[in-house]
């Protein structure tokens, strides 16, 4: 049974940092999968924040990008979100996946497992 289990949220203050680690359990890795991280804000649809294939090469949404990063233990069993320069838009529910890959015109990226969320909370 593939299980992921997020931890590390939290309320930060704006402009703090939070890491956020999601250890995965009961998956076989795929060479052609990825693994990532997406949120939800209140009233607000899923958004992917980012993901890292199995060597290593990660992509991120405009939102986030050059403020978070995303990497992978070497064991490969741990997904890590790192979180600078946090702003309020950032609070939201966020939750990793794997077993992902992009599908369709659109490259949407498609996950077929996830974890329960964990909670970030940015105030000013």
């Known amino acids: 049974q593939v299980q992921l289990v997020e931890s590390g949220g939290g309320s930060v203050q704006v402009g703090g940092s939070l890491n956020l680690s999601c250890v995965v359990s009961g998956y076989t890795y795929r060479h052609d999968n990825n693994m990532a991280w997406f949120r939800q804000a209140p009233g607000k649809g899923r958004e992917g924040v980012a993901d890292?294939?199995?060597?290593?090469?990660?992509s991120y949404g405009a939102s986030v990008k050059g403020r978070f990063t995303i990497s992978l233990n070497n064991a490969k069993n741990t997904i890590i979100l790192q979180m600078n320069r946090l702003k309020p838009e950032d609070t939201a529910m966020y939750f990793c996946?794997?077993?992902?890959?992009?599908?369709?015109?659109?490259?949407?990226?498609?996950?077929?497992?996830w974890g329960q969320g964990t909670q970030v909370t940015v105030s000013s």
């Open positions: 890292i294939d199995m060597v290593g090469s990660t």
């Open positions: 996946a794997a077993d992902c890959m992009y599908t369709g015109p659109s490259g949407t990226l498609y996950c077929n497992y």
